[in-house]
């Protein structure tokens, strides 16, 4: 028998008394699309930062084809067969995608022939790309498709992929699960991680599963339900949402009346004759693909961008267009960005300053000019117990928390304000199966006692289980919002891609 291509053995990995990877073994064999599960802080970003020399072990060894190796840092990764598209793209939006590419690639191979092979690669993949075009032009799949191509060109025998799907429509997902069939065939493996349990259980024929550092499970994830996928992540039954039937519909918390902004900056979008109603009791989801105006209309709701008439965004029938965040918040309304570190949050400061950062305003946390910090300290306690933060010490700084930690305590902050209005910009993005369900949960909570919630996702599963609308974003424009009851991924998906949407919207003056 051959040797599997890629082995760790008893691997340790420790950061002061944290041991984030426990003496972890594991085997993937070539020719396989091998899943690595596990929840937030589980060790699985510790463990394949290892795979692609980001960091080395302190304890164990790894084999490739047998073979004990030592990755001092990603370009002895890739020499070796390995590469990695990371959850965030690393790309220069004014370059073209073969400039882009060739900056990834060793070796002093002249662009013109670079982009020929490139082009070359794209299509034996079905992964097309257009060598000359700039990044900024193109949609949030094709640029995917950049990070896996660039891979693609060194000849790995080992892909790590993480969470690629988080950012694409269920159309684009269906093709890149073609090009992962076609990796396989090759007998290439892939090294798979992702919180969407189905589709780990429809193409992945293998799996570790990792919790608090250690490995608790390996399984065929093919034979498991995602139920049982989850119960080994988090050792306990994820029980699903409970979400209630619509109650008559409450007054209309929030109203934005043919919003149109130009871009902020030179590759942003521009927001067109933008208008919705967000009701009392309701949950009203936003979807669509990535880069179609969801950050700009964000920007615009939460204040940090004010529009041009003040009757332009209405806040229980009060025109606040022309008001910043600070005065919206004092009208009862909380945000939460996408971005959690540095934008939802300073890294560098603690919980306590995090939560005053953000709840000034509104929080009661200051009184005669002066801050309260024991009323500071008392709520990051109360954000912790109720949504499990998992940190080493009572106020940690933000940037020592896991993603998905940083992430449970920047929508939970805000939920526990108990705002009238709270805009959400995807609110379990990263978050393991027992987190995404508590956040949720927490968001019907919050509407069911009558705040209107807008919910703005890239997961259309997430969407389907909590929203009662869903209107879809397209190149600035918003959809109608269509109920969910018998709403279809298909039928999103489509408007995701531009159907029913005019192929020639005017820009926003």
């Not at 990877?21 to 802080?41: I, K, S």
């Not at 008001?323 to 945000?335: D, M, P, Q, V, Y």
């Not at 801050?371 to 306690?381: A, C, K, T, Y």
């Not at 703005?456 to 609308?469: F, G, K, N």
């Amino acid at each position: 028998m051959p040797a599997p291509l890629i082995q760790t053995q008893q691997v340790v990995k420790r950061f002061g008394a944290l041991v984030a990877n426990d003496h972890v073994d594991l085997t993937v064999e070539a020719g396989e699309v091998h899943a690595l599960l596990g929840e937030n802080g589980a060790g699985k970003s510790t463990l394949v930062k290892m795979l692609y020399g980001l960091l080395q072990p302190d304890a164990g060894r790894i084999l490739w084809r047998g073979e004990k190796v030592v990755l001092d840092g990603p370009r002895a990764a890739r020499r070796r067969g390995i590469g990695m598209v990371f959850q965030h793209f690393s790309l220069f939006e004014a370059m073209t995608v073969a400039e882009n590419v060739a900056l990834a690639l060793d070796g002093d191979e002249p662009l013109p022939r670079i982009a020929a092979r490139l082009a070359e690669v794209s299509r034996a993949y079905g992964l097309p790309l257009e060598p000359g075009r700039e990044v900024w032009q193109l949609s949030v799949g094709e640029r995917q498709r950049i990070e896996i191509v660039r891979c693609l060109m060194q000849d790995p025998q080992l892909l790590i992929l993480d969470e690629p799907t988080s950012v694409l429509t269920p159309q684009e997902a269906e093709g890149l699960f073609a090009t992962l069939d076609r990796i396989r065939a090759e007998g290439r493996a892939v090294l798979y991680i992702s919180h969407k349990l189905e589709e780990v259980r429809r193409i992945c024929e293998a799996a570790t599963i990792l919790r608090h550092g250690k490995v608790v499970a390996r399984c065929d994830p093919r034979a498991e339900s995602a139920a049982s996928l989850a119960r080994m992540m988090v050792g306990s039954t994820v029980l699903g949402v409970t979400h209630e039937a619509a109650a008559p519909q409450g007054p209309v918390r929030l109203a934005v009346a043919s919003l149109s902004l130009p871009p902020a900056e030179a590759h942003g979008v521009a927001l067109r004759d933008v208008s919705l109603s967000l009701h009392g009791g309701e949950v009203l989801g936003i979807a669509g693909v990535a880069g179609n105006g969801q950050d700009e209309l964000f920007a615009a709701l939460s204040g940090e961008r004010l529009a041009p008439r003040a009757e332009a965004v209405l806040l229980d029938r009060r025109p606040v267009g022309r008001e910043g965040i600070n005065a919206r918040r004092r009208l009862g309304a909380a945000f939460v960005p996408e971005e959690r570190l540095g934008h939802a949050a300073a890294p560098r400061f603690p919980l306590s300053e995090n939560a005053l950062l953000s709840g000034h305003a509104a929080g009661g946390f200051v009184a005669g000019g002066l801050v309260r910090r024991g009323q500071l300290l008392g709520f990051v306690d109360e954000v912790t117990r109720t949504f499990d933060l998992r940190k080493g010490t009572r106020d940690p700084e933000a940037r020592a928390l896991s993603g998905g930690n940083l992430q449970k305590f920047t929508v939970g902050r805000e939920i526990l304000r108990r705002p009238m209005v709270l805009v959400v910009a995807q609110p379990t993005w990263g978050v393991d199966a027992g987190a995404a369900r508590r956040i949720r949960q927490a968001l019907l909570d919050l509407a069911a006692e009558g705040s209107g919630v807008l919910a703005i996702s890239q997961d259309l599963d997430e969407l389907l289980e909590i929203a009662d609308r869903i209107a879809v974003m397209f190149h600035g424009r918003l959809s109608a919002p269509l109920p969910v009851s018998g709403l279809t991924r298909e039928t999103l998906g489509l408007l995701m891609g531009g159907s029913g949407f005019p192929a020639d919207a005017p820009e926003a003056a």
